[in-house]
């Protein structure tokens, strides 16, 4: 069920081949171990995706890209698992990350400072390394959480449809 399911909503490897973003990767483009749809690549996509998807900088569908190269993960999933973080989702995220890296330094925030663009490039220095480091632990939690949960999916309805093969 999960390739199904997946292989459903991907587009198909032809298109993506051909995207023009894509071409700086060359050849490499066509290893066909890219775009297989197995437990190891799927929970690996995950993994990456996740965890890029809380990196804090323009480029993170590169960073998955470059990320599924180097790791044999599913491309096209690495990819979109990024879009996680989108204009919406992205400031409760981050500032999410922020408290969570406030906690971790054991720091106290500031309450009495509204959390706007304007506040958050003005208090930068303060910041930036409780953010940074909520956004590492918090991507680091998830692409664990994505590696082994999408893993055991992936095993849990193997053996289902198994166990419904070997009972026919």
Known sequence: MPKKLIKKYLPHPDKIKEHKNLQFLGERLHEPNLWHLNRRSVALAFAIGLFTAWIPVPGQM???AVGAFY????????????????????????????????????????????FTFE??????????????????????????????????????????????????
């Open 119 to 168: 506040n958050a490039m003005a208090e930068l220095g303060d910041i930036w390394a409780p953010f940074l480091l909520g956004c590492l632990v918090i991507g680091t939690i998830s692409s664990a959480a994505g590696y082994f949960g999408m893993s055991n999916l992936w095993r849990y309805h193997v053996g289902k449809r198994w166990t419904k093969r070997q009972k026919r």
């Open 71 to 114: 790791f044999r993960a599913n491309l096209p999933l690495s990819v979109a698992l990024v879009w996680i973080t989108n204009p919406f989702t992205m400031p409760p995220m981050f500032y999410f990350a922020y408290r969570v890296g406030l906690l971790l330094m054991a720091r106290k925030p500031h309450d009495d400072v509204e």
């Open 62 to 64: 590169a960073i998955a």
